[in-house]
């Protein structure tokens, strides 16, 4: 992010109170613009702030909350230090989720906030400052990145991905359906289909459960061991009954207890099709490219998908607990009750064993299965 103006912290303030309150025509957006502060400045103004003259305003505010600038709806940003858009009214989510959202414009993180999505701050443009990683770093190290729709926002992304996780970040970059940013996207449609596109496309526990599902039906008719005469989705059926919120989707919920009652994907309800379809069209290519690389590291016979099945609910279960673990976390740390909080803590406890347990189990393994998966995607001819 680059500033356009220095401007003295005394005189920062001089254009607040010049700014008329902005009125956003989406409803489901104007609680959020009135939050933010955003204002429309007048036709002209004093010399450090006339490139915002007759612009929409959004005030920027340091993670205290205290004013240091002004980003217009050009992007371009009057402010003297380096700052996350938004971390102000974000930080206390982030600590509570465990992770953030990280757009590129102010009003994608409007966006995201009116989604319910409060764990998001802005970058203010498509680089990332090594003061902004600083101030990340604070909160989190998990981070989702919803990049800009042009060529240009993409490549920067990418950047940004490659240098976070040099610093020990644990980043990804989604990309919402037609290149969309999240703006104009909720602008486009309804803030509960809005959160549903959120959630399939970006939130990792949803991806690693969509993975695990596509992995059963690909592989629905495996056998654990010679002995044992049924298939290993029957098996993994029966141990999700003692957890009735796993896997947390309904609908995936659905699909594994068909499999596991011996129903071909065939005679799914309609519904159920689509997903199956999708599956069967993208990804059985790709895993049986990745159970070949995986048979290399077995030792014994050879269980056609038994180890990606395994891995991916694994990494599912890793993901899941690790948000539940931060959620735990923040919890007993404001907790002002003794006895919640001793609860909370027991709970952690809990589900700190149950992670490490789940962590050491994916270390085992020797390998890298990202990577292979990667790989076996790439190995995959393009589309006739």
């Not at 380096?82 to 206390?92: D, Q, R, S």
């Not at 690790?322 to 909080?341: G, M, T």
Request: proline fraction near 6%; glycine fraction near 6%.
């Amino acid at each position: 992010m680059k500033n356009a103006k220095q401007i003295p912290a005394d005189k920062m303030s001089e254009l607040f109170p010049l700014l008329t309150p902005y009125v956003v025509e989406n409803p489901e957006l104007s609680d959020t613009y009135l939050d933010f502060e955003v204002g429309v400045a007048p036709a002209t103004l004093p010399g450090p702030f006339e490139s915002l003259a007759g612009k929409i305003v959004f005030p920027v505010r340091d993670e205290l909350g205290v004013l240091c600038g002004y980003a217009g709806n050009t992007r371009e940003l009057l402010c003297g230090s380096e700052v996350l858009f938004g971390l102000h009214k974000a930080k206390a989510t982030i600590l509570e989720k465990g992770e953030a959202f990280v757009v590129e414009d102010c009003k994608d993180v409007l966006a995201m906030h009116a989604a319910g999505y409060t764990n998001t701050v802005g970058l203010c443009g498509t680089t990332i400052t090594p003061a902004q990683i600083a101030l990340l770093k604070k909160y989190t190290i998990y981070v989702k990145l919803l990049p800009g729709s042009n060529d240009k926002g993409i490549a920067g992304a990418e950047v940004i991905n490659e240098t976070l996780k040099e610093e020990g970040f644990k980043s990804l970059i989604f990309n919402l359906p037609e290149g969309a940013v999240p703006d104009t996207f909720f602008r486009t449609v309804d803030r509960k289909y809005f959160r549903e596109i959120i959630e399939q496309f970006i939130h990792l526990v949803c991806l690693q459960e969509r993975l695990f599902i596509a992995s059963c039906i690909c592989f629905r008719d495996m056998i654990v061991e010679e002995d044992r005469e049924f298939p290993y989705i029957s098996y993994l059926y029966a141990g999700m009954k003692v957890d009735e919120t796993l896997p947390e989707s309904s609908v995936n919920r659905e699909i594994i207890r068909l499999l596991a009652e011996m129903i071909s994907p065939e005679d799914f309800p309609p519904e159920l099709m689509k997903e199956v379809e999708h599956v069967e069209k993208k990804l059985l290519a790709p895993f049986t490219v990745l159970d070949k690389l995986l048979s290399k590291h077995e030792k014994g016979r050879h269980v056609p998908g038994y180890h990606i099945v395994n891995i991916l609910l694994y990494q599912y279960l890793e993901n899941r607990l690790k948000f539940i673990v931060s959620k735990l976390s923040y919890q007993v740390k404001h907790a002002e009750d003794p006895k919640i909080r001793k609860s909370l803590e027991e709970l952690l406890e809990d589900y700190t064993i149950d992670l490490r347990f789940i962590s050491e189990a994916l270390e085992d393994v020797g390998f890298s299965f990202p990577d292979l998966l990667v790989n076996a995607f790439c190995s995959m001819e393009p589309e006739k």
